[in-house]
């Protein structure tokens, strides 16, 4: 029983320096860029659908530029580059998504329904697509285009609109990005939610 343990170990131990070469993906970054709101619910404060209206909201579609967690940069009107070592901490529609809920519910008072708590509810939706949450390197600003589809309530039709909010970076990199990133994604989710009102 133990001949084939011996027989074994040679061959380990052979491949073990090998391990000290492979690399499975690229090292991180230093650190993660994320969305931060600007306006949000107090910790601990209730709120409810029999007194509030709720709508819910989905995490936007968008293009393939924007499918990655790394941060795209217009480099001319066919191109796209990536910001070096910038990388967002999940992907872009998500932290967005998550930024608009806050937004909504601190700025109009209605109640966010997510997942399974919108399925049979007669509230508002939102949805639509992230067109633009990158940089442009010839203006130097950091581009949020967001294309909503507002649904009011249950018998109503869809409005459609179209937001964007662009900051300056200064020089496009990793530390100057995610902050004007955030501004304008801020200012397109406080856009948002005053269309949608009360």
Do not use: H
């Amino acid at each position: 029983m133990t001949r084939p343990s011996i027989i074994l170990l040679p061959a380990l131990l052979a491949a073990l320096p090998l391990s000290a070469c492979i690399s499975f993906g690229a090292a991180p970054p230093p650190s993660l860029l994320t969305l931060t709101p600007a306006v949000s619910l107090p910790i601990g404060e209730t709120t409810s659908s029999a007194t509030a209206p709720t709508i819910a909201i989905s995490v936007p579609s968008f293009p393939q530029a924007l499918a990655t967690t790394r941060v795209p940069v217009k480099t001319s009107e066919t191109s796209i580059a990536y910001v070096k070592d910038a990388q967002w901490s999940e992907p872009p529609a998500r932290l967005f998504a998550r930024l608009l809920a806050d937004t909504i519910a601190a700025k109009t008072g209605r109640v966010v329904l997510g997942g399974a708590q919108a399925l049979g509810d007669q509230g508002a939706r939102l949805s639509g697509e992230l067109r633009n949450f990158g940089a442009d390197e010839a203006s130097g600003d950091a581009i949020v285009s967001y294309e909503a589809v507002l649904k009011r309530g249950d018998g109503d039709g869809f409005e459609k609109r179209r937001f964007e909010a662009r900051e300056p970076t200064g020089a496009i990199s990793a530390t100057s990005v995610g902050p004007a990133l955030n501004r304008a994604a801020n200012r397109v989710a406080a856009d948002v939610a005053a269309w949608i009102g009360r």
